[in-house]
């Protein structure tokens, strides 16, 4: 495939020190665009310099949150490779994403394309400090301006980089979490299983709530008997009672994560007993309660794991192996980032190296 134009910026950025980062809130000199049009298909993808969009305000995105995201992360190794984390995965669920909310699909190799392109172009961006990364956020959104509820005729896919700092600059430190059966974040056959932008609009509410009680995430029961294990905050769950890994299986109200899948990989491939299927509150209140419940953790690109230290539930509230990380959610962060930064062999080859053209080297 023919690299993409691009325009570069004329008035570069600096870029700050990688002890000043934090998540999300700087981005690269550079920004990926692509249009839909009917008739035109996607098209016109092109680099630019990162800038504001010019949005009419009947845009359909702004009232209807016909959009879509997806997240995923570059690494700078030792050996100053910069890896794509699982980028074929990530633009597979992106279009997942598109379909479900009538947004129409993009070319795969395409969307990865963007990725290698951009972060290639911007590769200074890319931190080295180790627990750094450069995260990236593919996203598409309805651009026709109109009021009415049907899909967009035009879209427009953006992809925009940011340099982020370590999930914990202090050691992993794990979370407090409750488990709440007063709102919920999906329901089966609505949009639970993508990653679509209203979902996170949904759940701010009640995440607001459990700050307030004092915790950091919220622990989502299913909609419909308010008593299984969803997700937590914006991640997958995950916990070991005895000698059983257990997670919630993917039945359509939750998000297949890629951290989830690249966990439970690990584990089966270690000869572990993992099982995806229900898990009642019910069940894990009591394990907590006799010591069974040995761990627990949830799974995703931002933080890879983390452990639950605390869990809130009605009156109780549990402390889970002691308040400190597991034995088994630490060595699946330490496989998992060994192969993020090339420091450890990459069986599955999830890691692909991003080729630094001299042009761009230079
Ligand atoms: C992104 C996300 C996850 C984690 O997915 P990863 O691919 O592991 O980053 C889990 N749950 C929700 C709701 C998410 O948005």
Aim: aromatic content about 10%; hydrophobic content about 40%; some cysteine.
């Amino acid at each position: 495939m023919s690299e993409f134009p691009v325009t570069r910026t004329n008035r570069p950025a600096r870029r700050p020190a990688d002890d000043a980062l934090r998540f999300g809130t700087v981005f690269t000199d550079h920004m990926f665009l692509m249009d839909f049009h009917p008739g035109e298909g996607w098209h016109d993808a092109r680099i630019v310099p990162y800038d504001n969009f010019s949005l009419d305000p009947a845009t359909c995105v702004l009232h209807y949150a016909q959009a879509v995201f997806d997240g995923l992360k570059a690494f700078r190794g030792a050996d100053g490779v910069i890896r794509l984390f699982r980028p074929a995965d990530h633009a597979a669920r992106l279009n997942r994403s598109c379909e479900r909310l009538c947004i129409p699909e993009l070319d795969p190799a395409l969307i990865r394309q963007s990725f290698e392109q951009l972060v290639a172009l911007d590769h200074r961006w890319v931190p080295s400090k180790p627990g750094t990364a450069l995260y990236l956020r593919p996203t598409v959104i309805a651009t026709e301006p109109f009021l009415g509820v049907r899909p967009s005729s035009s879209y427009r896919y953006f992809l925009i980089l940011s340099p982020v700092g370590p999930y914990y600059p202090e050691g992993i430190d794990p979370v407090k979490i409750l488990a709440t059966d007063q709102y919920v974040r999906a329901v089966p056959g609505g949009l639970g299983a993508a990653k679509a932008a209203g979902n996170y609009a949904a759940s701010i509410y009640a995440a607001e709530a459990a700050h307030k009680a004092g915790y950091t995430q919220v622990l989502w029961l299913d909609g419909v008997h308010r008593r299984y294990l969803d997700e937590v905050g914006t991640m997958n769950i995950m916990l070991r009672i005895n000698d059983e890994v257990i997670t919630p299986p993917l039945a359509g109200a939750i998000l297949a994560g890629i951290t989830r899948d690249s966990t439970l990989r690990l584990m089966r491939d270690w000869g572990l007993r993992v099982s995806e299927r229900p898990i009642a509150i019910d069940e894990v209140i009591a394990a907590a309660a006799d010591g069974s419940l040995a761990e627990m953790w949830g799974t995703g690109t931002a933080a890879v794991v983390s452990p639950v230290g605390e869990l809130g539930y009605k009156e109780t509230r549990l402390t889970i192996n002691g308040g400190r990380i597991g034995a088994l959610t630490q060595r699946l962060y330490d496989a998992i980032v060994g192969i993020q930064y090339g420091t450890a062999p990459d069986p599955y080859g999830w890691a692909e190296p991003v080729r630094i053209s001299d042009n761009e080297a230079a």
